[in-house]
């Protein structure tokens, strides 16, 4: 497959461009609705992407030999179901693609999309999309392939839908087969940046008053007795003897559970937790959400926030394991490294989304956030864009040898 031409739809700041480039591709066309990732595109690309691609003509897209998407996800008519001739991706963007496909009728098209997709509507999305496909005359597996970039040691666990489509003239898509028991292990470490290399580091340095907080519920988790560390949400409010006048019922069960179990931990702790709560209760920040603490690190016998990686959530504070980074999301929870007390970086967004060191990130950082959060990791393209193109059998050590694009160009 070499030379091809491919055409980048929902182009955000070109995830796919960077993989398929990679491959020997050259792009004739790109769009994307947001003005600022177009913007970025053009500084990295120099193609200036079209606009809303509901307005664009088929006829107006060059011919290509891949189409590329990263598409977002919505429901489908159910009228069409009902009434079994109107097309079911009518007024949707999945149907932008399609006028498209049948138009140009390029040999491969490989889309990407949120994991929800696979049980959206109880699986009649996959499966409209999936029949759609198949009746534009693609080969593609009979299931969405889950895949995360984690499963190949780049520290983020983003499960994504990736759906390789080859024209049936050309042939028919392989199987694909991944053995989850052999995802290596990750290491935050792999994308950090040494703090001595950040411009502007007191940028990314989380606020003193933060710190404090952190302290705070630090002391909490290494000084509560349990036998095992709370998995359920620790609600400070909750922290408390059950109010007899309060009818837990007006609850949904879920809720009513992780009250009691609460109360359970403050009747265990009592003493502590009297003590603990009114120091808390003077910092500042201890209200709302950060008042409240999920602790999602694991069992282990020293626990220490400061060694793992959190996020400041309208949830509370979610504490996770250094291993690898919860899904880059577009909305700004920046996840924080405890062991370097600061947010991640631009540059370390990219290093998760496999974008390489050349790249320009929007010079606008929290657009730069939220563009690396809405973007498709590069390796992943590459590896799906491969099997895809039936150039190498999707075996597991070829993944690996993909894992982290910036390496090779730094
Ligand atoms: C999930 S992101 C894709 C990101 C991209 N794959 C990347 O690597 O950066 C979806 C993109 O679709 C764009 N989008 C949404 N509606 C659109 C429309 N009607 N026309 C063109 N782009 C649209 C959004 O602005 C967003 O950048």
Redesign the pocket.
């Known amino acids: 497959m070499k030379p091809f031409k491919f055409i980048?739809?929902?182009?955000?700041?070109?995830?796919?461009?960077q993989a398929m480039e990679a491959l020997g591709g050259k792009c004739v066309f790109a769009?994307?609705?947001?003005a600022d990732?177009r913007k970025t595109y053009e500084a990295n690309y120099g193609i200036q992407p079209a606009?809303?691609?509901?307005k664009i003509a088929a006829e107006d897209i060059p011919a290509h030999d891949v189409l590329?998407?990263?598409?977002?996800c919505q429901a489908f008519s159910k009228a069409g179901k009902r009434l079994g001739f109107e097309d079911e991706t009518k007024g949707t963007?999945f149907f932008?693609i399609c006028r498209i496909l049948e138009y140009h009728k390029p040999k491969y098209a490989l889309l990407?999309n949120v994991r929800n997709l696979a049980s959206h509507d109880k699986g009649n999305t996959w499966r409209v999309i999936h029949d759609k496909l198949d009746e534009l005359g693609y080969s593609l597996l009979p299931e969405p392939v889950i895949f995360s970039p984690h499963y190949i040691g780049v520290p983020q666990h983003r499960e994504r839908v990736y759906i390789m489509c080859v024209r049936k003239d050309i042939g028919k898509i392989k199987p694909f087969v991944f053995d989850k028991n052999k995802i290596p292990a990750c290491s935050i470490e792999d994308i950090l940046q040494d703090d001595s290399e950040i411009p502007n580091i007191k940028d990314y340095r989380i606020p003193e008053d933060l710190e404090r907080l952190i302290d705070l519920w630090n002391e909490f988790i290494q000084n509560i007795k349990v036998s095992k560390l709370p998995g359920f949400p620790i609600w400070s409010e909750r922290l408390c003897d059950l109010d007899s006048s309060e009818d837990l019922s007006q609850y949904p069960d879920w809720k009513q559970k992780f009250i009691l179990k609460n109360n359970e931990l403050f009747v265990e702790n009592r003493e502590f937790i009297t003590d603990w709560l009114q120091r808390a209760r003077q910092n500042p920040l201890f209200f709302g959400a950060k008042a409240k603490l999920e602790w999602q690190a694991g069992q282990t016998k020293d626990p220490n926030i400061w060694n793992q990686i959190f996020q400041l959530r309208p949830s509370g504070i979610r504490v996770k394991v250094n291993t690898y980074f919860p899904a880059l999301v577009a909305i700004v929870q920046t996840s924080i490294v405890g062991s370097r007390r600061r947010f991640l970086t631009p540059r370390e967004c990219a290093r998760l989304?496999s974008f390489p060191e050349n790249f320009k990130p929007d010079v606008k950082q929290p657009q730069a956030y939220k563009?690396f959060g809405?973007?498709?990791n590069v390796s992943l393209v590459k590896f799906f864009a491969q099997h895809m193109f039936g150039e190498k059998p999707a075996i597991y050590s070829d993944l690996i040898k993909n894992k982290i694009n910036y390496e090779n160009s730094r």
Do not use: R
């Open positions: 980048d739809l929902f182009c955000g700041i070109g995830g796919f461009h769009s994307d609705i947001d990732c606009g809303d691609i509901t590329c998407a990263g598409f977002p963007l932008d990407e989304q563009q809405n973007a498709v």
